[in-house]
């Protein structure tokens, strides 16, 4: 009885979802464009509700339709332009606006950095309740084939006897028609349309669901998750593609530490350099590494002009990943200390440090998110802390710095909003000044933010 009137409120609420999207309004509506929310979608207000519509921008009059209403706010796509911005921009890619992975093609380049900078001092002020005393110029590279790592994902339709390689459309979970990426390195993003063909061939064509991308300086390396394990011929095939076109294929039959060759193929670990300090980082295809070489570069050197690091520096590196701070960090200081919650990528800062002959840099591995009160590292004393955690930021281990007292944190982020909240920690609560911020173009054409903050004792 429970469980058929479970199905039966559950059948009535997919009526209902599908009855109100038949009663959206299918008559195109005119709004003019009033601000720009964080993910670059215009916001307008008819009838009273915020309406976030696709492609629009600030100033704009725009004629559109609606994609989604719900009660406090609606969503929608812009049919018609009535008057264009100054900072409109024609997008390059002819699958903009169906593909997910790129929101900001409709915005000109030097307008995208402008809208970053501004929603990061807007979110200082409203969350952290912190001024921003002096910004740091941004950090920009190249617009255009810069993405070097990705997770693209496969799919094999039958009704259209092809397969699907890249990103999933935008707001919708099924995997867009693309035959290219201009955002990716053209290595990788220019041949998604030759790639999807030989899996297409593939016995297991159908038991492909993801493709994790690895690009390193010199070396290409696509790791292909198989549901199933492929056949002779199908090896022979992936072999054939992989020299064909100057990329390594390796197979992932379940976590991310069964990534291994092809039969009878070698391992080919990928590298990345940072020229200045001398340094070179290998990696494994699953592992977490900046996408964008260009400002992972730059933002070294910011990080290393900001903390003029000398032999009596103790720095610690908190959510140090394989060590793409500590490291360089380690060249000009007297010690440093490199944290992080995964093991394997400790394994790997480690493999790192001994890969070029770095011998002052300890690693440990620890979930930052719990207490680590007693951890033999964190009963030591730093006056340097380097921070660049993942999205959920750092609050919970921002308390210990009343046992570390440093006199400097830089904290580099990838989400404005944890740094902003962080940053009221800091500032509000642990008596820092917050000396300077910006924003570093980590990732063009799109609307995530990836920022850096130089706080003082």
Not at 27 to 46: F, M, N, Q, Y
Not at 301 to 319: E, P, Q, S
Not at 403 to 426: E, F, H, M
Not at 444 to 457: C, D, M, N, R, W
Request: proline content about 5%.
């Amino acid at each position: 009885m429970v469980s058929g009137g479970w199905k039966l409120e559950a059948k009535i609420g997919m009526t209902r979802k599908r009855s109100r999207k038949k009663q959206l309004p299918e008559t195109p509506v005119k709004a003019t464009i009033e601000s720009l929310a964080h993910d670059g979608r215009g916001v307008a207000h008819v009838d009273g509700k915020a309406v976030f519509i696709d492609a629009a921008l600030p100033g704009e009059d725009v004629e559109f339709i609606y994609t989604e209403s719900r009660r406090d706010y609606a969503e929608g796509k812009v049919v018609k332009l009535l008057s264009r911005a100054d900072d409109r921009a024609d997008a390059q890619c002819a699958h903009y606006g169906v593909c997910g992975g790129c929101s900001f093609q409709h915005v000109e380049s030097s307008a995208q950095i402008r809208i970053k900078q501004d929603l990061l001092k807007e979110q200082f002020r409203r969350i952290g309740k912190v001024e921003i005393p002096e910004l740091w110029q941004p950090l920009e590279g190249p617009h255009w084939g810069y993405r070097r790592k990705a997770r693209m994902g496969v799919k094999y339709v039958a009704k259209k006897n092809r397969v699907l390689v890249g990103f999933r459309e935008r707001r919708h979970p099924y995997l867009a028609e693309i035959d290219s990426c201009i955002v990716m390195h053209p290595i990788v993003g220019a041949k998604l349309t030759a790639l999807s063909e030989m899996i297409g061939h593939l016995s297991i064509r159908d038991k492909i669901p993801q493709i994790e991308a690895a690009i390193g300086d010199e070396q290409c390396v696509l790791a292909i998750r198989v549901l199933e394990p492929p056949t002779a011929a199908d090896q022979e095939r992936m072999k054939n593609f992989a020299k064909d076109h100057n990329i390594t294929l390796c197979l992932q039959a379940k976590g991310p530490d069964s990534i291994v060759p092809l039969e009878g193929e070698p391992e080919v670990i990928p590298t990345y350099a940072l020229p200045d300090q001398n340094i070179e980082f290998k990696f494994r295809p699953a592992m977490f590494t900046q996408v964008n070489y260009e400002i992972n570069r730059q933002m070294i050197n910011r990080v290393l002009n900001a903390f003029n690091l000398n032999k009596n520096d103790t720095v610690l590196d908190l959510f140090c990943g394989l060590g793409n701070f500590t490291l360089p960090m380690a060249k000009f200081a007297g010690r440093v200390v490199g944290v992080e919650g995964d093991q394997p990528l400790i394994n790997h800062a480690k493999e790192n440090a001994r890969h070029n002959s770095i011998t002052n840099v300890e690693f440990y591995a620890a979930d930052l998110s719990k207490d680590i009160s007693d951890q033999t590292w964190a009963k030591q004393k730093y006056n340097k802390i380097m921070l660049d955690p993942s999205r959920a930021g750092a609050s919970e281990v921002l308390h210990y710095f009343k046992k570390w007292n440093p006199g400097q944190i830089l904290y580099v982020s990838c989400n404005p909003s944890t740094l902003a909240r962080d940053a009221g920690i800091l500032v509000n609560e642990l008596g820092y000044k917050l000396i300077k911020a910006g924003v570093m173009d980590m990732f063009p054409q799109t609307g995530h933010v990836e920022s850096i903050a130089l706080f003082e004792k």
